[in-house]
Structures are given as structure tokens and as C-alpha cells.
């Protein structure tokens, strides 16, 4: 499936190239490099052929990863896989995956490239598992000579439970609950929403002994409806879509719409979703742009926080764009925070630390235009939003439960938090 | 085998310290770690470099370096130092990383391969890999290590070292490899069977024969069912490549069965692997049919991506004869793959719109997500290829009740900074306006307001798409009329300039000074530099003359003589003389012909054939529905003995040096296919009237085949002679319509005589040819001539080359691999002939020269390879006028086998009559001549 990995560096030079077929010869790989990775003003589609030869790739940083074939390959599972191989990297390398780590680690690298694909199929991808097979780096090793040890994780690299091992022990059993939503906004420039979604991801950091059973529970609408009960308590939250982590039974999500696993241990994503009704936009902009005359643009934007009073939104930034002729921007009535013309991003930024519920700020911007000869008319580029909101959740969407049961039958701590972010939030003006 | 000892003696002198400064700028220029201390790949001498200056610029002194490290490797073993021996293995994977070339150190490397230091192994099995097949004798010495490897006890080490002897790609080694596979198929461990499994299709590749005839088959028939997943998946990926020439491996029921009843036990890649291979299992009734599904659909609940997609294939697959369930079971997939849209992975995003543009290609299909297209709005930041496949996508789902707020939209993105986005807006809101006809209004109102913008791509592309509606709704002309001449000034390049010229042209009656927005084109006719342009006015200045005669008189009479001095571009030339005969020699049949009334353009044929879409669905999650081609078009299917490239370096050799030659075919065919639908596109009437799309001289080419007709009545052929016998037929011609005979003829007249005034005063090269209007008696000849000179050379047709009674082939029939399988298995042998040959020894050369020899003749290969001393082909051809030509053609289907001692035999299939084959018969020996001894 798949012929070669490659790690390109932004001029085009391969910084790996390891060959699991023998195919696709380093020449073709550099052709590629001159093409797509060098000539950099388009971006080109991820998908691409030169020759016979087929690139799926990817940019993360400043570094390209390739995948070559020369079958009719699988897309989705080659691209899939390149994601989850920049994971694996950033994993080994402590986040960071760049140019200068590739070039540290990459005995590291090929290491890895060898346990993780082989004839070009994807192997063992798992971070945990692949530990116990890799030799270099920091990691912890295992006693190659204990051979006890050897036996057990060969086993699990390729058990059943293969997320899991067993006799993992915690002196304090603790859960923690992230449920983090990204909200994707797009609003024309009359104030009509034009689409609004929220994806959100659950993940779960996970310190717990021994093998527990979990089963998760939040206000879902098909789960809050079958209990009669708890159908008129609260706001039930409908889900457009979901997926979870391999670890979740799926059979008994269906038939009975329990969330039921045994976790891996540390840090993973539980399940993903993404809702469509029923959105609470955290934040209203009203913005008013009037181009007056050929060298002046005033802007007003007034933003309005949606949400409690006892909550706020921290490190809010408002990216207000201006013409590319722009020689001045005069800012009055900045409500809050500091605004700042910055030539390098295009616009007017707009920082807000701190933004406290159900509150609004108005900026007035005066730009002044240079005059030029080419006389074209402004694109109006969208107003964008960042902003991050703790413990709020634009869906609604609450934990209901965590019950966590175990042999030894301990009592874990819970901690949840929510937190609301801004995906890709947009006012079209 | 032993493993010749260390050098003792260093007989070079005393080496550098290993690890100190080695004078390569790019590598190791930091001081060395201190030797033995804590390492690892923190410390390492090549890891830490600064991005330097590229390799390359330091050729002079990479045999140093590499004479260096061959020092320090032998000095190392000396050393007894495992750190430092480490740090001196690591260096050379660092420039085998580089590029350059480490391969002398081979010796060395394989000396240090009995250590058991793990770290030391893995790395120098790495470089085994990368260097053994161009050394295959030497890295005979590292089979024994690795050997012993295989029975070690650690089952990391055994997996290790099995999947790096499979690695070796050694032909001489394939004994060892056999037995050592075989105990590791056995192994009680799972990473070494999962690893032994993928060892079987790498000894595969290798020697398919050891594999075909040996019970490895059935063995991994059986892994099938092992119990650790990972062994099944490769099991199955293994299978299925053996089996890639049947068109992947059979898959039964209780392997179904089995697979699907474990399937939440794979992991995701395995997931996607078993969906992916789900569809090569076909439901023996509805009943099972559900039963899949049913459990696949779980499965869209998963976090892959990858398996999302798996299972919407499974789906599609199983329900592409049920048209109803088909529909359930996309609106069932409608959310999984709505939320992959909306990713932050802009690739995955990418790929998935692309398989839903393709789902929503079936007509019926469209329903699903109707109301779901504000998902596809594109956002600011989205890079270009997103956007594109969001247009095309917009554009199907498009409805009159929602083809308001999807213009509202689309009118955003015409100020987009790309302007390749711009331009393709601008095409959609056009194919919405052909779509759906009560939305026309407004978008006729949209596109004015697009040229009022005053941005030049977006204004050129706006009367692009504005001509195209006007062919289909004339009625709309009457909104344009006013913007006629803002157009001709925004307008800038080509294309746009010929879109405004043929509206011009077409609508000239209704817009009051269209004669003298033509003029000063007119004028400057000599700097206009494209000849489509200068074609177009021509035709647009013959159209109004009709509608306008006196006003346009002058005009065109200034116009045709300065096309006929036109030189540069013979289209022009022609044309232009093509329209001055035509005039001259009757107005009234001109008229007729130029200005004919036109039909209405219902529906513009689309670019891609209904049958690739069809095709495509079998190949989805494939790079098949990225690219819009069945595999055939873009994977080398050409060789059916795939595996006899693997066979030695004297065949890979080979190999590589058919591939171009493979590559063209394939490009010729990518661009081939399409181009044939779009120029069946035009169906109106007037051949000459709408050159618009192809101001080609296509007209004049079909003429030199005709024999020329006698009878004026053949207005076209009827030209040359015609204008031959001049002023006569200009009287006759009229007959009954004497009386008629309106201004424009009279105008005519005298715009003849202008015309032959200013024809005397061409220069000779083309006085020759305008001249000889009046004089000659048939210049139709010298007409044909000059046609023939102009256009490109005709295919060398073995009909007109022989007087023998012969057969006409078709160029490039349309045949792909499953077809030429599927008819050549059911066709019954019609003729089978032995010759003797006159091969060269280089068989090799010979293949291309064979397909070469046979496609001048119109006879195609499907596939070629050799084996040993024999080559064998497979070929097809399709008679003359076959589909795609009108009438019924008989399709030749052919095998050959050449052999330098044996001889030339040809078995020929076909439905055609005997009298047929036996003409494609000579035709084939013909084609094969050279290679037929006496």
C-alpha cells in the first residue's frame, strides 16, 4: 500500500526517506520535493501524482510527511495514518515536532518507521506498545533479558485489549473531564447565521488501577428520553453525530445507548461529536464598515458576550481586517483590552485578557488609506474570533455521570472541566 | 560460513578519535560527547548539526568521510566500546540518510552484525536493507547472523530479524528464506507471525513460484482465523496482493462471517483493511445483505476517519442494485460524513467532499443532503482545493428552493483573493443558471452586477458564462443588450474578448451600434494577436453583415482582405476565404448557411461519462475517486507477469526502462477519453456559423476525405467549384429567388468586386491562392492542398497505404482490463497461425518494439511481460465505425507468443465475420513483420 515515508523540510530536502517497497526511487521523491514542497506559493492538493507515482501528504509545521504508493491505495487510511504518525513523533519528541527535532531523533525515526509499517502496512501505532519495542530515545526501556516482561507485552501489542496492559497501579485513583467544544460560525454580513456548528471532544486523562469497567453518561436526547424520568429534567442535547474511542463497546452503545469501556491508561479522546441546534454563540459581533471615499474606512465593531455574568472569556482577540493600502489606523473607544493595527496580520487586533459574561465592548477604528495607482476595489476578508470560555459549553451540553467499578473496589477522584472554544468564528462584513 | 576476522593491524595509520571534528562542515561540526558517556540520541555526533548547507557542495570530500568512518569502524571493534561503537554506526545511517552513498562500507556492516547489542542491530539492519541487493554477495555473509537471529529466544529479536532477512530482496537467498518464514508462520508469538506473514508476500515478489507451489498459500489461508489481529490483517493484505492479477483475493462466507464477528478487535487500519476487502464478498440474498449492514453500522460510530469510509463503501457496494436502500443508507451515512467535513484536517476534509461530490453524482441521490448545503459554505481561510470540490458541490445540490440563498453565497466569493476560486464562482453561478431556469432572472442580474466589479478575471470570465446562457435562453439578450459595449472595454483576454464577439455577432440587430463597436477591432485586426480572436470576428463581422448590410458593407470588405493577407494563422487565412467564396458565389445560400436560425441549447454535455462515475463506485476510497479515473488510467496494469520485474537486477533494470514508454500511453489516455464528449458538445446546425468553442479547422479536414459533390445544392463541398466558374453560378444561383434576391446581394456584388480589388494587391504568397478564384479551373484541388499543408497530418490510415483489400481500424477504441478479460474468456479462438521469428537476443527491447510496431497500426496492447525467453502480448482492436463512430464495429481481441527459438503464434478472438478476421489477420502480420523470420 504504501511505497515510501518521507520527512521533508520547507527548501524541499528529504530529511527521510525510508523505502518499504523498493518502487519509488529517490529521484522520484526529489521531483516531488522541487514541485510541490519547494514551489510553495499555491498549496497544492494533498493528493497528487507525478509520474506513476502517487504523494499523500501532509504539512505539519515546518515539515512535510509523505506517503508514496504506486497502488490504487486506500486514501483515508494512508492519510489517517500520516496523522497518526506525526503523533507518534510528538509523543517521542515531547510535542514538538519540527525540522530540528527530525534531525536530532532520526535513528529514532527510522526505528520507529520499522516497527510501525511493514511492506507497507500499517503496524503497531499505538504510543504505549510501541515503547516496549523502541530502543532509542528517552523513553523508559524494557529489560530485554527479563523475559517474563517480554511475554507480556508482546502479548498485549497484540491482544485483545490492546489499549490497555494489565497491573498498572495508582497509590490515588483520579479521573479527569475534559469536554472541550470548538465553535464554527459563519455569519454574512447582514447578521444572518448562515451556519453554525460545534465539534467537541471528550477527552479523558485517566490514573486509575487495574482494569475498571467505566460507563459515561451526559444529557443526550436519546438517552434522556428513554428514562422517563429525567425526560423533563433539564435540557436534553441533540447530537447530530458521535464517535468514540476504539476502547467503547459499540454493540452496547447501540442497543442500549450506555457508554461503557475499560480506559487506556493516561491521556486519551473518549469520544468526538458534533451538534447543530440549538447553539449558544457566546459571542454577537455587530460590526458597521463604511469605506468613505477612496482613503478612508471607519469601522465600528461592538461585541457582545452571551453568556453569564459569573463566567468569562479569557484571551479573546477580535482580528478586524483592513485594506492592504492602509497607512493609519486611529483607534478611540477601546472598550477594553488593547486594539493594535498590525500591518503583518493584515488588520486591526483586538486583545481582551478578560471578558466577562453578558457584557459588550465597542472599538471605533478610523483607517486612513494611502492612495494608489492600482485602484482595486477591498476583498472585505471576514471579521475572525478566538477567544477560549471556561465552564461553558455552547451545545449544552453537561457530564451527567462517570461510574467507575474495579476488583478492588476503590473509590477515584472526578474532576471535570468544560471549556468553549472558537473554531473558526467568522462575521462576514 | 565464518566471519573473517577483524583486521588486526590498522595499516593506515593511527585513525582520528572517533567522534572528533571530521572536517565535513554538515556533519558533527560540535565537539564530540565525551566517549562512553551517557549517549544515546541526545548525544549523537550527526543529530545535533545545524541545518547546513546541502551535501552535495561537498563531493570532493565524501570519499574521505566515508574512508574515515571505514577506519573508524574497524578501530571500534578493536575498542570492545559499545557507546562509541554505536555513535560510529549511527554516523553511517546518517549519511545513508543524506544520500550519499555508504554502500562500501557493506564489509564493515556486516562484521558488526553479530553484536548483541540491540540498538547496534536494529540500526545496522536497517542499512542491510538499504544496501543488500547491490551487494547481494556479501550480504550472503550476514544470512547466517541473521539466522540465528530467528531462533533467538527473545520474540522482539526473532521478529526483528525475520523481517529484515525478508528485507534483503535477495534472489539467491530465497532457501533460507522459505525455512525461516516457515518456522516464524509457526511461531507461538504473534509479532513474529504477524511479521513472518507480511515475510511470505516479500518472498512473493521475490520468487512467486516458491510461493504458488508450496502449501504457503494454505497456511495463510488459515492465519486467516489466528486469534491475534494483527496476524489476520497482514494475513489478508498479504492474500490479496498475491492475488491482484484475479482482482484481489475470493473471500467466502464463514471467512465473512468470521471477520465481521471480530471486527471490533482490529485495530483501526485493520478495520479499514477488512471493509475495504468486505466488498470483494458478494451477498447470496437480501437477507444476508442486511445482516451485514447491519453490523457494519455500528462500526460509523468509530473514530477513524478511515473506517467511516471503509463502511460507506461496504454500503454502497452491497446496495448498488437496491435503488431505495441505497437512498436509506446514504442518509444514514449523511452525518458521519457531514462531521468529517467539518474537521480541522483540511486533507481529510478534502477527500471526504470528494467522495460525497461523487455519492451525490447519482441523480437520485441528490435528495439526501438537499438541505444540508450550508455545509458546504466555504470559509475564508480554507486553502483553494476545498474550495473547488465545495463549488462543484454547491452547484449539484442546487434546487429552486434553495438556489437563492446558494447564489447569495456564491456572489461572496467572487471577490475571493484567489482568483482561480473567482473564476470557477463565476462558472457555477452559469451551470445553476443551465440548471435551473426559473433561477435565470437573478442570475442574469448577479452577472451584471459581477462586470460592474471591474476586476478584470472576474469580468472576462462573467461574459464567458454569459454566452453560454444566452445559447440556451436567447430571450434573456434583451437585459445584456446595454452592457454590450462596457464589455468589449473590460474585457481583456481571449477568451472573453471571442464570448463578447459572438454575442455580437449572434444578437447584433437588437444592439444599435453593433457595427461600430465592431470597427475598431476591425482596425486594428492586424495587432490582434490570437487567431481565435481574429476567427471569431470574422464570423461575428459575416453575421452582422447579413443583419446590418450597409452599415457593415465596408467593414467586412476591409476585414476579409486584410484576413486573407493574414499569413501567421491558416485558420484565419481559410476562413476568411472560405466566407469571401461563400458570398460570391451566392448570398442567399450564404445567408442561409451563416446565419441559419438556431436552436436552443437544452443541456451542455457534461465532461465526464456517466460509465467512469459508474466505475468509480466500485473503486471508492480509492485514489481512483480523487483523480475522477478508474485505476486502469493511473496504476501500471501493463504487466501481467508482474512478478518477473523482481527477478534479478538485469529485469528491474528493464523494467525501469519500460516505464516511460508505459507513462506516455496512460497520458495520452487521461487526456483522450474526455476530449471526445466535449466535441460532441456542439449539436447546432450551422457548422459554420458558431465557432466559439472550436474555431478549428476541422471543417476543412473532413473535406479532403469527401470526394467533391457536383450539385450546388452541396453548399459546402460545392465551394470550390463554385467559385471556379465565378460570375456564371452567381447568376444561376438565384433561380427562383431572382426576384427575391434582397439588398445583401447586391451589396454582395459589389463587395465582390471590391475584394477581387484587393486581392490584386496581395502580396504573391497569398495572391496565389486568392487569385486563383477567378482563374483556375478547379481550385477546389489546390484548396484541399492547402487544407492539407495547414492542419496536422492525418493517422497514417493502413487503408489508404494499401491497394490490397485490407480492414480499417479504429484509433484508440475504448477497452480497459476487466472488459479485455471478461471478453476474451468468452469469445471462442478464430484463427490460430505459428511463423517463425527473428527476434534479437534483448527481449527486452523487443517488447516496446512490438507494441510500438502493432499500435502504428492501430492494433493496441493490453498487456505484454516476459518470461524467460518468452514474450507475450496482448492485444485488441476495434474496426472502423465502431462505438463512438456511428456504426457497428467488431472488436479483434489477440494473444501472442514470441519466442526466439519457437516462433511467432497468434490466437485471434473476435465476434466478427470470417472474411473480417481474416483481414485483421493480414493486417496483424503486417504490424508484425519485422519480427517474423523468413
Known amino acids: ?429 | 560460513m565464518s566471519i573473517p576476522p577483524p583486521p588486526r593491524t590498522n595499516p593506515v595509520g593511527p585513525p582520528p578519535p572517533p567522534g572528533a571534528p571530521s572536517g565535513h562542515p554538515s556533519i558533527g561540526p560540535t565537539p564530540a560527547p565525551p566517549p562512553g558517556g551517557p549517549g544515546g540520541a541526545t548525544s549523537l555526533p550527526g543529530a545535533s548539526r545545524p541545518p547546513g548547507p546541502p551535501p552535495q557542495f561537498f563531493v570532493d570530500h565524501k570519499k574521505g568521510e566515508v574512508n574515515e568512518l571505514r577506519q573508524l569502524l574497524r578501530q571500534v571493534q578493536l575498542d570492545k566500546d559499545q557507546q562509541k561503537k554505536r555513535d560510529a554506526i549511527k554516523k553511517v545511517i546518517a549519511y545513508m540518510t543524506l544520500g550519499i552513498d555508504v554502500s562500501k562500507l557493506f564489509s564493515e556492516m556486516i562484521m558488526a552484525t553479530s553484536t548483541t547489542d540491540l540498538v547496534q542491530k536494529k540500526m545496522i539492519y536497517l542499512y542491510l536493507a538499504n544496501y543488500a541487493e547491490s551487494n547481494s554477495e556479501l550480504a550472503i555473509l550476514a544470512v547466517n547472523t541473521l539466522q540465528k537471529d530467528c531462533r533467538d529466544e527473545d520474540p522482539t529479536i526473532r521478529g526483528l530479524a525475520l523481517r529484515s532477512l525478508c528485507s534483503l530482496r535477495l534472489t539467491n537467498m530465497v532457501e533460507y528464506l522459505e525455512a525461516a518464514i516457515r518456522r516464524g508462520l509457526n511461531d507461538h508469538n504473534g509479532y513474529v507471525r504477524k511479521t513472518a506473514v507480511v515475510g511470505c508476500l516479500k518472498l512473493y515478489h521475490i520468487s512467486p513460484e516458491v510461493v504458488k507451489d508450496s502449501d504457503l498459500l494454505s497456511i495463510l489461508y488459515k492465519l486467516t482465523a489466528d486469534g491475534d489481529p494483527q496476524v489476520v490483517t497482514n494475513a489478508l493484505c498479504a492474500l490479496n496482493e498475491m492475488h491482484t492479477e484475479e482482482g484481489g483475493m475470493a473471500f467466502d462466507r464463514n471467512l465473512m462471517i468470521h471477520l465481521l464477528n471480530r471486527i471490533r478487535y482490529f485495530s483501526e487500519w485493520g478495520q479499514s483493511i477488512i471493509l475495504n476487502l468486505l466488498t470483494h464478498y458478494p451477498p447470496a440474498d437480501d437477507n444476508e445483505r442486511f445482516d451485514i449492514m447491519n453490523i457494519l453500522e455500528e462500526r460509523l460510530k468509530h473514530a477513524s476517519a478511515a473506517v467511516v469510509l471503509g463502511v460507506t463503501k461496504c454500503f454502497v457496494c452491497l446496495t448498488e442494485s437496491h435503488p431505495e436502500l441505497h437512498y436509506q443508507v446514504l442518509l444514514r451515512l449523511k452525518d458521519p460524513l457531514l462531521t468529517l467535513v467539518s474537521t480541522s484536517c483540511f486533507e481529510l476534509s478534502y477527500t471526504v467532499l470528494v467522495h460525497i461530490l461523487l455519492l451525490l453524482s447519482k441523480v437520485d441521490s441528490l435528495g439526501v443532503m438537499e438541505h444540508d448545503y450550508k455545509h458546504f459554505f466555504c470559509r475564508y481561510n480554507e486553502p483553494s482545493y476545498i474550495k473547488t470540490v465545495k463549488l462543484d458541490i454547491l452547484k449539484t445540490l442546487a434546487t429552486p428552493a434553495n438556489v437563492g440563498e446558494i447564489l447569495t453565497e456564491l456572489s461572496e466569493y467572487v471577490s475571493d483573493v484567489d482568483s482561480d476560486i473567482a473564476k470557477k464562482t463565476i462558472q457555477a453561478v452559469g451551470a445553476l443558471a443551465l440548471k435551473i431556469p426559473e433561477a435565470v432572472d437573478t442570475i442574469v442580474e448577479q452577472l451584471l452586477g459581477f462586470l460592474s466589479l471591474d476586476i478584470d478575471y472576474v469580468s472576462t470570465a462573467t461574459v464567458v458564462v454569459m454566452k453560454d446562457l444566452l445559447r440556451k435562453y436567447q430571450q434573456q439578450f434583451s437585459r445584456v443588450v446595454g452592457v454590450m459595449e462596457k464589455c468589449l472595454k473590460v474585457v481583456a483576454d481571449p477568451e472573453g474578448l471571442c464570448a463578447v464577439l459572438w454575442m455580437l455577432g449572434e444578437f447584433g440587430e437588437s444592439i444599435d451600434d453593433s457595427p461600430y463597436l465592431l470597427e475598431p477591432l476591425v482596425e486594428r485586426f492586424g495587432e490582434e494577436e490570437s487567431a481565435s480572436v481574429k476567427t471569431e470576428l470574422l464570423t461575428a463581422a459575416m453575421k452582422l453583415f447579413f443583419k446590418r448590410p450597409p452599415e457593415m458593407q465596408k467593414i467586412l470588405g476591409s476585414l476579409l482582405s486584410k484576413a486573407v493577407q493574414e499569413t501567421s494563422s491558416p485558420d484565419v487565412h481559410d476562413r476568411a476565404l472560405l466566407y469571401y467564396r461563400l458570398v460570391s458565389y451566392n448570398v442567399l445560400e450564404a445567408q442561409r448557411i451563416i446565419n441559419c436560425a438556431k436552436q436552443p441549447v437544452e443541456g451542455f454535455q457534461e465532461n465526464v461519462d456517466k460509465d467512469v462515475k459508474e466505475k468509480l463506485f466500485g473503486e471508492f476510497n480509492s485514489l481512483s475517486v480523487l483523480y475522477g479515473q478508474t485505476y486502469h488510467k493511473f496504476v501500471n496494469t501493463k504487466n501481467i507477469f508482474a512478478a518477473g520485474r523482481y527477478q534479478g537486477s538485469e529485469s528491474r533494470g528493464a523494467s525501469t526502462d519500460a516505464l516511460p514508454e508505459a507513462l506516455d500511453t496512460t497520458q495520452t489516455d487521461l487526456n483522450g477519453l474526455p476530449a471526445a464528449a466535449a466535441a460532441a458538445a456542439d449539436e447546432e446546425p450551422n457548422l459554420l456559423g458558431d465557432t466559439a468553442d472550436q474555431p478549428s479547422t476541422s471543417l476543412l479536414m473532413d473535406h479532403t476525405h469527401v470526394p467533391l459533390p457536383d450539385g450546388p445544392a452541396a453548399a459546402l463541398g460545392g465551394v470550390g467549384v463554385g467559385v471556379g466558374d465565378g460570375g456564371d453560378l452567381l447568376g444561376l444561383g438565384g433561380g427562383e429567388g431572382e426576384e427575391q434576391r434582397a439588398a445583401p446581394t447586391t451589396v454582395a456584388d459589389s463587395l465582390l468586386g471590391d475584394i477581387e480589388h484587393e486581392a490584386t494587391s496581395v502580396p504573391p504568397a497569398a495572391a496565389s491562392s486568392a487569385g486563383s478564384a477567378g482563374s483556375q479551373p478547379h481550385p477546389g484541388a489546390l484548396d484541399l492542398a492547402f487544407g492539407l499543408t495547414t492542419s496536422p497530418p492525418p493517422a497514417p490510415s493502413p487503408s489508404t497505404s494499401s491497394t490490397t483489400p485490407s480492414i480499417a481500424l479504429a484509433s484508440r477504441p475504448a477497452m480497459d482490463a476487466p472488459q479485455f478479460e471478461r471478453r476474451w474468456t468468452a469469445l471462442s479462438v478464430r484463427h490460430t497461425e505459428s511463423r517463425s521469428a527473428a527476434l534479437p537476443t534483448d527481449t527486452h527491447s523487443v517488447l516496446a518494439a512490438v507494441e510500438q510496431s502493432c499500435e502504428q497500426r492501430r492494433i493496441y496492447c493490453m498487456a505484454s511481460g516476459a518470461a524467460g525467453s518468452q514474450l507475450k502480448f496482448f492485444f485488441y482492436a476495434m474496426e472502423e465505425g465502431g462505438p463512438g463512430g456511428g456504426g457497428v464495429g467488431v472488436y479483434f481481441f489477440v494473444e501472442c507468443v514470441m519466442e526466439a527459438g519457437s516462433g511467432v503464434k497468434v490466437t485471434v478472438k473476435s465476434e466478427g465475420g470470417a472474411d473480417k478476421v481474416a483481414l485483421f489477420v493480414a493486417e496483424l502480420w503486417r504490424a508484425l513483420q519485422q519480427f517474423i523470420g523468413a
Open chain 1, 1 to 429: 500500500m504504501i511505497s515510501s515515508i518521507l520527512l521533508i523540510n520547507q527548501k524541499g530536502e528529504i530529511l527521510i526517506h525510508r523505502s518499504y517497497k523498493g518502487d519509488v526511487t529517490r529521484t522520484e521523491a526529489t521531483l516531488f520535493c522541487s514541485r510541490v514542497v519547494a514551489a510553495k506559493e499555491a498549496r497544492e492538493k494533498p493528493i497528487l501524482s507525478i509520474g506513476q507515482c502517487h504523494f499523500i501528504h501532509t504539512t505539519i509545521g515546518d515539515i512535510t510527511v509523505v506517503a508514496t504508493t504506486k497502488s490504487n491505495a486506500n486514501v483515508m487510511l494512508v492519510l489517517k495514518f500520516l496523522y497518526r504518525l506525526v503523533e507518534v513523533f510528538s509523543a517521542y519528541f515531547g510535542g514538538q515536532v519540527d525540522e530540528n527535532a527530525v534531525r536530532k531523533n532520526f535513528v529514532l525515526i527510522y526505528e520507529l518507521l520499522d516497527e510501525i509499517v511493514d511492506y507497507g502496512f500499517p503496524q503497531i501505532l499505538e504510543v504505549d506498545i510501541l515503547k516496549k519495542y523502541i530502543t532509542q530515545g528517552g523513553m523508559k526501556t524494557v529489560d530485554l533479558n527479563d523475559e517474563e516482561q517480554l511475554k507480556k507485552l508482546t502479548v498485549q501489542a497484540t491482544g485483545n485489549c490492546s489499549w490497555r496492559a494489565d497491573g498498572i497501579k495508582y497509590r490515588k485513583n483520579e479521573v479527569y473531564i475534559d469536554v472541550i467544544e470548538s465553535v464554527n460560525v459563519l455569519i454574512s454580513h447582514k447578521g444572518v447565521v448562515l451556519r453554525a456548528d460545534v465539534s467537541g471532544q471528550i477527552m479523558v486523562k485517566c490514573l486509575l488501577s487495574g482494569m475498571p469497567e467505566c460507563k459515561f453518561g451526559m444529557n443526550d436526547k436519546l438517552v434522556m428520553n428513554r428514562d422517563p424520568r429525567k425526560a423533563n429534567k433539564g435540557t436534553a442535547i441533540a447530537i447530530d453525530d458521535c464517535r468514540f474511542h476504539q476502547c467503547v463497546r459499540l454493540p452496547k452503545f447501540d442497543l442500549e445507548r450506555t457508554i461503557t469501556f475499560i480506559p487506556p491508561d493516561g491521556t486519551f479522546e473518549l469520544m468526538t461529536y458534533r451538534i447543530t441546534e440549538n447553539i449558544n454563540l457566546p459571542f454577537k459581533i455587530l460590526p458597521v464598515v463604511q469605506e468613505r471615499g477612496r482613503t478612508r474606512v471607519e469601522c465600528s465593531v461592538k461585541v457582545k458576550a452571551n453568556f453569564a455574568k459569573n463566567i468569562f472569556a479569557t484571551n479573546v482577540i477580535i482580528k478586524i481586517p483592513c485594506p492592504k493600502t492602509t497607512a493609519k489606523a486611529h483607534l478611540s473607544n477601546v472598550g477594553a483590552g488593547k486594539a493594535k493595527y498590525e500591518p503583518s496580520q493584515g488588520g486591526i487586533i483586538w486583545r481582551i485578557r478578560r471578558f466577562p459574561g453578558d457584557t459588550e465592548y465597542t472599538l471605533l477604528a478610523d483607517v486612513e488609506l494611502a492612495s494608489s495607482v492600482t485602484d482595486k476595489q477591498w476583498y472585505r476578508p471576514p471579521i475572525a474570533m478566538d477567544f477560549q470560555v471556561p465552564m461553558f459549553t455552547a451545545s449544552g451540553l453537561r457530564v451527567r455521570f462517570l461510574s467507575i467499578q474495579e476488583k478492588s473496589n476503590y473509590k477515584p477522584v472526578k474532576w471535570i472541566r468544560y471549556i468553549t472554544k472558537a473554531g473558526s468564528y467568522q462575521h462576514r462584513i
